[in-house]
């Protein structure tokens, strides 16, 4: 483990369990203890953190925009369980299950604000320029969550749109998080651009990568194989066997995907990813994608011990060792 992104995201994890909220209404803040509180990889508040290591070599300067960039994330996460019906998020019941719709959609709504007045502690000027950034971000993952929906009712995309949507829902948080940090440390913003493909070169490897254990990884990842496919849910490995697969060609997967039966839809569906050899392509673009990250890391000035952590976390997203 590396030791300066141990360190991170322990100082992550103490000031989330730290996080002062008002004590009532109990329906409106207990949902957002219990959100921030299920855990998970803590990816965006620890690139908020190396961002600002990387200008200033001191990430304590950014601990509430990391916390605002988290805060912010799991608000979407709250919403979009209520969007996709979902009843278990990190092995337990959603927030909209355990209490209810009306008061997820209020507790997220929330957190958007608590993340602003997070992301307030800090000077007029330092303020003016990430709340920039986190305004247009936000704005993005928004409507990267529209075009997901949106997609879902067409029979066919191009892999052109389905690589927008999903650096638009996934991609430029992770982007925005590390420029924020960046932005906190003294970066200039010549050097944002370059901060900017290296996270979104990560997002992009990383959702890929998503797709691809979703079908072909195994339970420690606490994944329900073919989970997707169950869900009749659109991914890279979809758009891609549609695209080789043709006009003609497509109708097969699409007979496949409506197959009422779970468990033959996703044996039916993963023999056609298997004769068109869908496992392989997925890794050679997570290769690829991971590649363009590396390259970009390579260019930027900075703290050396945020550099390597940096690319350390690279090879460990799409591992998937953490």
Same mark, same amino acid.
């Given at each position: ?35 921030? %509180? ?37 608000? /979407? ?25 009306? $008061? ?17 502690? /800090?000077?007029?000027? /330092? ?10 971000? @936000? ?5 990267? &969550? ?16 389905? !690589?927008?949507?999903?650096? &638009? ?15 906190? %440390? ?15 070169? *990560?997002?992009? @490897? ?6 691809? *254990? ?23 490995? /979809? ?36 004769? !068109?050899? $869908?496992?392989?392509? @997925?890794? &050679? ?32 997203? $799409?591992?998937?060792? $953490?």
């Amino acid at each position: 483990m590396n030791k300066l992104y141990s360190e991170i995201l322990a100082r992550v994890e103490v000031e989330i369990k730290g996080i002062e909220l008002p004590k009532t209404p109990t329906n409106l803040y207990d949902p957002i203890r219990y959100i921030m %509180g299920l855990g998970g990889k803590r990816v965006r508040p620890v690139l908020t953190l190396l961002g600002n290591q990387l200008y200033k070599g001191n990430y304590e300067d950014a601990i509430h925009h990391a916390m605002a960039v988290e805060m912010f994330h799991n608000f /979407t996460l709250v919403h979009d369980d209520v969007m996709d019906s979902a009843d278990v998020r990190r092995g337990l019941p959603t927030v909209h299950k355990k209490w209810s719709s009306n $008061i997820a959609l209020l507790s997220g709504d929330g957190m958007l604000v608590a993340a602003y007045s997070l992301l307030q502690k /800090t000077s007029p000027e /330092t303020f003016s320029r990430t709340a920039r950034i986190f305004s247009d971000t @936000a704005l993005e993952v928004c409507e990267g &969550q529209q075009l997901d929906m949106d997609f879902s009712e067409l029979d066919s995309i191009s892999m052109e749109d389905y !690589l927008g949507m999903i650096r &638009q829902k996934t991609a430029v948080l992770l982007s925005g998080s590390l420029k924020i940090g960046a932005v906190v %440390g003294g970066a200039d913003d010549q050097d944002l651009p370059n901060l900017e493909a290296f996270a979104e070169s *990560l997002g992009l @490897a990383f959702q890929v990568k998503d797709d691809y *254990l979703d079908a072909f990884g195994s339970s420690e990842f606490g994944k329900v194989l073919g989970g997707d496919i169950m869900e009749g849910k659109r991914t890279w490995l /979809t758009v891609k066997s549609l695209e080789l697969l043709g006009g003609k060609g497509s109708q097969r997967l699409h007979e496949a995907y409506a197959i009422k039966d779970f468990d033959d839809r996703v044996k039916e569906v993963l023999m056609i990813y298997r004769e !068109l050899n $869908i496992d392989k392509l @997925a890794q &050679q673009q997570v290769q690829e994608y991971s590649d363009i990250a590396q390259k970009s890391l390579a260019k930027m000035r900075g703290d050396k011990d945020a550099i390597e952590t940096l690319s350390w976390l690279v090879d460990q997203l $799409i591992g998937r060792t $953490i």
